[in-house]
């Protein structure tokens, strides 16, 4: 569910008319819906009531700083990829006891960073991080708490770009060292194990991948508290996915993603963590364009808009499906016609979709391609020097930008050019 819908023959975010947003913003731009954060999170953190847990946000899917504020005060923890993220998140306000740092590549700065802002815990994806944390804990005096990643060598059924669990996969250790790489973990000054962490990809939409992995960290769970290791939390990740077409079978819903933890490992009498990205902000966010040309080709229309891939990626990088609507309320069993949508970028891959049924628009027309909230801003880019995509956020009745479009002058300024050219 999402709170983007016609009213009146007009398309509103929540009780605000698109067009006039558009009409004050101009486009392309983001737009999200508060109430739609608020709820996806809230789903969540209802579906694991009755065991001790902490929802931390993925917010590599989405990670406006009024995006974070809005669901760190309606109770979210953040999950943080990188000190920019980490500094982003204490920013909008979460304390570093709530944030939970993950990613292959932490460096010994980024650690400094957290150790001294504050971190709940470090989800260690290597033993050569492993080894570093520790000398920078104990160089500073910290005793940074962590898990141990593993790779459970489960196929989440995803796209391939957004697969983490399979042995080829870059991400954690495999679940067969685990016990002496936990070992080693216990013998390092600075550090202290508190639990095990797991994450096999992203969009998945059905819960056997999530039932095997979770299934293999309860076991490996007995077996290190067998070893004498102190196995208090389980940071079982996220990936959920939504359905990008109304077409598509819906994924699981959150509340039986949390029956499925409390059947595997909710006996461990462990803390759980999960960290929901997509599910949250995806149906969040719309991003609305305009209609620059429609375009007559050999054997196919075009519809050319002012937005592109370096404004979306998804569909360049992912094959990504969006389903793409007018702003103004089609008619009833009006006729509709295939056409080719891309953007201005002079690349082939600025495509967003071929041969999409679309109803009659014309030049000028506002479309909103749904399902874009998750990440869509966040890998947008200036290529062709293009602005940044502006953001806007709704709340009930009013909207705010909360990332402004920069001017050409502000982009140009901010190359230097050396004294000698």
């Known amino acids: 569910m999402d709170h983007f819908l016609y009213k009146d023959g007009a398309l509103h975010a929540e009780d605000v008319p698109v067009a006039d947003i558009a009409a004050e913003v101009g486009t392309p731009f983001y737009c999200y819906s508060t109430a739609t954060l608020t709820r996806h999170f809230r789903l969540f953190d209802e579906a694991l009531d009755g065991i001790p847990h902490l929802v931390c946000y993925a917010m590599k899917a989405a990670s406006n700083q009024a995006i974070l504020k809005t669901l760190a005060q309606a109770g979210a923890g953040m999950d943080v990829v990188s000190g920019g993220e980490y500094l982003r998140a204490k920013a909008a306000g979460v304390p570093g006891n709530r944030i939970v740092f993950s990613g292959v590549g932490k460096t010994r700065d980024e650690m400094r960073v957290a150790l001294e802002g504050g971190i709940r815990q470090f989800n260690v994806e290597s033993e050569p991080e492993m080894q570093a944390l520790s000398e920078v804990a104990s160089s500073f005096g910290f005793e940074a708490p962590i898990t141990v990643r593993v790779n459970p060598d489960v196929d989440a059924k995803t796209h391939a770009k957004i697969a983490t669990g399979k042995s080829e996969n870059k991400f954690g250790i495999p679940i067969a060292r685990a016990r002496e790489v936990y070992a080693e973990a216990a013998r390092l000054p600075g550090l202290k ?34 070893d004498g290791h102190e196995i208090t939390r389980l940071d079982l990740g996220g990936g959920l996915g939504i359905p990008y077409t109304r077409s598509n079978e ?78 103004t309320e089609p008619r009833p069993g009006v006729e509709q016609a295939k056409y080719d949508i891309v953007g201005p970028v002079c ?65 140009i300024n901010r190359d230097t050019i050396p004294e000698w050219l």
């Open 347 to 411: 690349e082939s891959g600025d495509t967003f979709a071929k041969e999409r049924l679309m109803p009659p628009v014309s030049e000028g027309d506002l479309v909103a391609f749904r399902s874009a909230g998750a990440y869509g801003a966040v890998m947008a880019s200036e290529y062709n020097t293009r602005p940044l995509v502006p953001e806007v956020l709704v709340h009930e009745h009013q909207f705010a930008v909360i990332r402004p479009r920069p001017t050409f002058d502000e982009m």
């Open 250 to 327: 819906a994924p699981p819903l959150p509340v039986e993603y949390g029956e499925l933890i409390k059947e595997t490992v909710g006996h461990l009498d462990c803390e759980i963590e999960i960290e929901p990205g997509r599910l949250v902000a995806g149906n969040a966010g719309i991003l609305v364009t305009k209609v620059i040309y429609v375009k007559s080709g050999e054997g196919r229309d075009f519809l050319i808009l002012d937005g592109a891939m370096n404004d979306l990626i998804r569909p360049a990088m992912y094959e990504a499906y969006h389903d793409i609507i007018p702003v």
């Open 193 to 226: 194990v508190i639990g095990i962490d797991v994450h096999i990809g992203s969009q998945l939409t059905e819960l056997e991948p999530f039932r095997l992995a979770y299934q293999k960290v309860a076991e490996l769970t007995e077996v290190l508290r067998a």
